[in-house]
């Protein structure tokens, strides 16, 4: 099955056009299936009705050093790959984002920690003679409108509104922070003062759905004056990153000997029937198990899985299933018509079901209201 995947994703990377994987629009392709599909931002109510969440921005004025929250796009999710939200990776890794679910990224500036000279000689940069640029315009960014703390930087209080001023939090003159003996404590501390402020102060902004997004001038980091060098950074951090120490091997999947990656990112787990095999931890102490593949089909990979969960799943019997076309024998890849042909009995599927589910509400409120209406239909 996951042949199929890597099919998949290399179909849908041929169907773009894009065979220049140096290039910035295969890196955005590729990012974009990291992000966020967004259809976890939508609610749907007793009634069957459904709303879709929003961005919570932070606005950084550079004219006038002002800092300001504000609800911004809706998170459609048919405009996933521009807004481009990102997970953060795991509750202790650090959040890099700059569009992502998580407020503390934004409000601690949590990008500039990685912004380090040795990583930026890593990065395989689309324009070299803008990186020092990028990272000269992200230090005036952080000089001017973040405070250094005890564990690392955080928005200014007194460059916000100052109607939004009220509850955020200042541990430099706050006596609880003193007191925490360990840097984990300190940021606990952080994060629960941060939620606090962001569903007390921003009640008239705050949602449970809601991603956040910080912004310089109005433009988040991807769309503004640096976005080429903002979506390198963040293929390096997220993809290439992982290839660093260039593990020799040969790929499980392509056969082709090379660099192998020492984690490899799987959106679904997979498990051997007898014994477990390590998909997404490479190791020579596992030789017999461990699962290694190269950058490119590890890329394949991704696409392939994204793109058959947002459009190629649905439940039967409330399990959650994916219908993935057997690869042809003589082309070794899925055939694309009938790759094409799943997606749209799904999407007719999907509709028919959101009909009838919406005339099953109907008669329900009806029947609420109606005492007549039971006698009527028989």
């Known amino acids: 099955m996951i042949l199929n995947y890597r099919s998949i994703g290399e179909l849908l990377i041929e169907t773009e056009g894009i065979s220049d994987k140096s290039s910035l629009e295969y890196k955005r392709f590729i990012l974009g299936c990291f992000c966020s599909e967004l259809v976890e931002y939508q609610k749907t109510d007793k009634d069957g009705g459904v709303s879709i969440g929003n961005i919570l921005q932070l606005n950084l004025d550079t004219a006038c050093s002002t800092a300001e929250f504000s609800l911004a796009e809706q998170l459609d ?87 939004q001023r009220e509850q955020f939090p200042t541990p430099e003159e706050d006596e609880r922070y003193q007191t925490q003996g360990t840097n984990a404590k300190y940021n606990d501390l952080l ?34 004056e640096y976005a080429r060098e903002y979506l390198d950074f963040m293929y390096h951090k997220t993809v290439e990153g992982r290839y660093a120490k260039k593990i020799g091997g040969v790929c ?37 198990t461990s699962f290694g593949i ?23 019997l409330d399990l959650s299933c994916i219908i993935i076309p057997e690869i042809d024998h003589v082309s070794g890849m899925v055939n694309q018509a009938e790759l094409r042909a799943v997606e749209r009995v799904l999407d007719q599927r999907a509709g028919r079901k959101d009909m009838i589910d919406r005339e099953i509400n109907t008669l329900l409120n009806l029947e609420k209201r109606c005492r007549g209406l039971q006698h009527a239909l028989l």
């Open 77 to 163: 999710p048919y405009r996933a790959s521009e807004i481009m939200l990102f997970k953060k990776p795991a509750p202790n890794d650090p959040n890099i984002f700059g569009t992502t679910n998580a407020l503390i990224s934004i409000v601690a500036f949590q990008l500039w920690h990685s912004l380090d000279d040795a990583t930026m000689k890593q990065v395989k940069w689309t324009r070299p003679g803008k990186a020092a640029e990028f990272k000269m315009f992200m230090e005036q960014i952080r000089d001017c409108f973040f405070v250094k703390t005890r564990t690392g930087w955080l928005l200014n209080k007194d460059l916000l509104v100052e109607r």
């Open 191 to 224: 994060k629960s003062d941060i939620g606090n402020y962001h569903k007390q102060t921003l009640k008239e902004l705050y949602d449970q759905n809601q991603g956040f997004a910080l912004a310089i001038d109005g433009k988040y980091l991807h769309q503004g």
């Open 252 to 288: 499980h999947l392509c056969h082709s000997e090379g660099g192998l990656g020492e984690e490899v990112f799987l959106k679904q787990k997979f498990f051997g029937t007898t014994n477990p095999y390590y998909f997404d931890n490479f190791s020579k102490t596992k030789t017999y």
């Open 294 to 316: 190269c950058q490119d089909c590890d890329n394949k990979l991704v696409v392939g899985m994204t793109h058959a969960m947002n459009n190629m799943r649905f439940k039967v």
